[in-house]
Nanobody, 116 residues
Framework: QVQLVESGGRLVQAGGSLRLSCAAS?????????MAWFRQAPGNEREFVAR???????NYADSVKGRFTISRDTAKNTVYLQMNDLKPEDTAVYYC?????????WGQGTQVTVSS
């Protein structure tokens, strides 16, 4: 089993920046194990934000390209999401995701609120 715990969400003004962290425990995830961020705004379905896996690298939703950056520190078993130039439409609960041995794991989410 893999446990994922997100942190870093808070209220921020439009144009600001945040860095979310997701710490994995239970198993040591390698660069071959995909990790990703999704988000869900009130009344909306959960949507993909960014993913990182070797050897594919990283990919992003069009809505965040150029503003968000996903990275990982395998030594710390942690994935990050650096979010710049935040917009009110980025307001959502952000969820961490990991794919490990054909199983999907999710964190509990962290709230990001962007005020205009």
């Amino acid at each position: 089993q893999v446990q994922l715990v997100e942190s870093g969400g808070r209220l921020v003004q439009a144009g600001g920046s945040l860095r979310l962290s997701c710490a994995a425990s239970g198993r040591a995830l390698s660069v071959n194990d995909a990790m990703a961020w999704f988000r869900q705004a009130p009344g909306n379905e959960r949507e993909f934000v960014a993913r990182i896996v070797w050897p594919s690298g990283t990919n992003y939703a069009d809505s965040v390209k150029g503003r968000f950056t996903i990275s990982r520190d395998t030594a710390k078993n942690t994935v990050y999401l650096q979010m710049n130039d935040l917009k009110p439409e980025d307001t959502a609960v952000y969820y961490c995701y990991a794919r490990y041995r054909s199983n999907d794991f999710w964190g509990q989410g962290t709230q990001v609120t962007v005020s205009s």
